[in-house]
Every structure is written in structure tokens, then in C-alpha cells.
């Protein structure tokens, strides 16, 4: 799932899910606390996902 909350991230990590962290604004430290993969522009999540 892609997130730019810490709530939605550890949301998605009770889950057990994968969670893309959009941080577009630098400060993903909150989101990688939770376990999500940190990134900054959308344009990465192709290559994150593995496309």
C-alpha cells in the first residue's frame, strides 16, 4: 500500500502488508518508524513494485 501517514503505516504493518511511505517533503523518519519503505517523488513507485 503507499502511505504518507504513520497512522496508515502501521496500520499497514499490523496488517502485514508491504507500505510505501510518501514522504514528497523529506521527514519520512515518522513513516520509517513504522516500517515503511520511505520515497519522495511518485514516479519511483514503478520501480519499487518491481515494474
Do not use: Y
Not at 499497514?12 to 517533503?25: D, H, I, K, N, S
Not at 515518522?30 to 520511505?38: D, N
Amino acid at each position: 500500500m503507499v502511505e504518507d501517514s504513520a497512522t496508515g503505516a502501521l496500520a499497514a504493518a499490523r496488517a502485514g502488508m508491504r507500505c510505501l511511505g510518501f514522504a514528497p517533503e523529506g521527514g519520512g523518519e515518522k513513516l520509517a518508524a513504522q516500517g515503511a519503505e520511505v520515497f519522495a517523488a511518485l514516479s519511483e513507485v514503478p520501480a519499487l513494485i518491481g515494474l
